[in-house]
């Protein structure tokens, strides 16, 4: 009892080509930069999209696949959505809104009513049953959404940047609510997110989706400490670097080696915590095996954290004190050392 | 202190509209308002009734509001799929066929009547085929004031409603389609509800235009008193003749009309970001 879906789609300048599956009462996340793809997978996994071709399978029902001819349009899909913006009918009440999905799979007007009113009532809004959707915060909105999409017993949950239109403020609380609502749900899910919060929350697993393509599955806690793409270390706030292994080095593909303290071979990856990389005004003496010089690109403050961003061959993120700024007195433009010590260096391979 | 209150009573004068712009508008509404004045002084209140309640007068009104209502509606039965295809469905030629459906919209409605006399007249194009196959005779019957108030009627109705298919957002058919709706009962649950303001105002445009219509009518229906003869070639007859009659009967004409766009505009026209119904 699951999804496998394998989506390729062109879509103007996207083209989409991503393997995904998940099993019954998970919660996948697809994790990616704007433009990269995460929108149209659902919109696929929906039927709103045909696809060019692959498949999408659900409990072991061909719901999409053109070298078979066969695509199962949205209404007879068993699959819900949370839209971006939630997109409630305007012109219907939140009540209303719950029973559509009822009402138009031919469930009695009376019938369809009272099981949204029950719906309403489990998301903690049974008495906004008669408002419309613009008296309605977006967290409450976003809860009349979840259960509009849930009356109609879906196998399969998609949400679309569920948390996206909410203020910073409520976003924290419905969020803690989403995750205790899809709790009870006993479905898959799958959650789009260009937020990492989101998914360590929601899922239980995440697919990170770059230009179209999977680059790196896995739980965030794998994905976070062995990235395999320049846009996950960032997002997790590490240092990423690529280059091919010889023992106790590492050939950068950017030019210049890294001396590591693990031995690897081959095509690699290593990952440097901003906080293990120290800044000099001179060439540093000491222990560490790794010192180079590189012009100051930026300087970002974070109370009294400073992340001092390096440019050169090798780029990098140096997390320092602001006394320790104070003390260098570095400005963008400037030329500083730069140093790791290989016992902070994690590789693995690519 | 003085500097900082110069640029507020500035601020203020700003939002105060410019004079110029105040006076044209005056202008213009005067310029509309003074030919109802012309009509107002030159009743004859006197005999204002009898002239209204005359069986012929009644009869013509009865005739201009039957055939403009089914007008209106043939006009939304066949305007609003064409709108939709036009706002919706991309094919080769979009344009032109949008120019050719609204064209006799700004065509002399004359024309418009000569046109479907040719098309549809006894021996025209389509009409003789009409005429030997079904016995069917357009010109000079009330059918044929309803087909030439719908000619020139439709567009207006089409372009109305083919703006609000393409400024109503599609996600939420998506949405209704996920949720199990087949594309008809999206169509009736999400897309008309969205566009009614649109719809509303379009058939109360084209509803206006069919009761108004002169030149397309005389010409392609003639002037039969109780089947073709409605308000305006009534109107239009009597000034040669009577023209106190002229001039009650184009108030009564006016009164209707004004009374139609003041209700509906308030619940319809004014607002379109205020929720309807």
Redesign the interface.
Known sequence: MTLEAHVVRALGPLALDATLEVADGETVAVLGPNGSGKTTVL?CL???LPLDAGRVVLDGEVLDDPAAGVLV?????P???V?Q?H?L???LSALENVA??LR??GTAKATARRRAAAWLERVGLGDHAGH?P?ALSGGQAQRVALA??LA?DPRLLLLDEPLAALDARTKGQVRRELRDHLGGFAGMRVLVTHDPVDAYALADRVVVLEAGRVTQTGTLADVSARPRSRYIAELVGVNLLAGEGHDSTLALAAGGRLVVAEPVQGPAFAVIPPHAVAVYRTPPAGSPRNVWEAPVADIDRHGDRVRVRLGGPIPLVAEITAPALDALDLHPGERVWASVKATEIETYPA | MSTRRQPTRRAREARRPPWPALALAALATVFFALPFAGLLWRAPWGDAWSIVSSPSARTALRLSLWCSLWATLAATVLGVPLAWVLARVPFPGRGAVRALCTLSMVLPPVVGGVALFYALGRRGLVGRYLDDWFGVTLPFSTAGVIVAQTFVAMPFLVLTVEAAFRQQDT??E?????????PA?VFR??TL??IRPGLVAGAVLAWARALGEFGATITFAGNFPGRTQTMPLAIYLRNETAPDEAVVLSLVLIAVSFGVLVALRDRYLGDPGR???
Request: proline content about 11%; overall charge positive.
């Open positions: 919109r929906a039927g709103l349009p949205p209404e007879q899909r699959v819900g959505v839209f913006d997109l009918f305007p012109h559509f999905g138009a799979r419309r613009d509009r999409a109609t | 996600r939420y998506d949405a209704a389609r996920t949720l199990g709706a087949t009962y649950r999400v509800p969205a929720p309807v119904g």
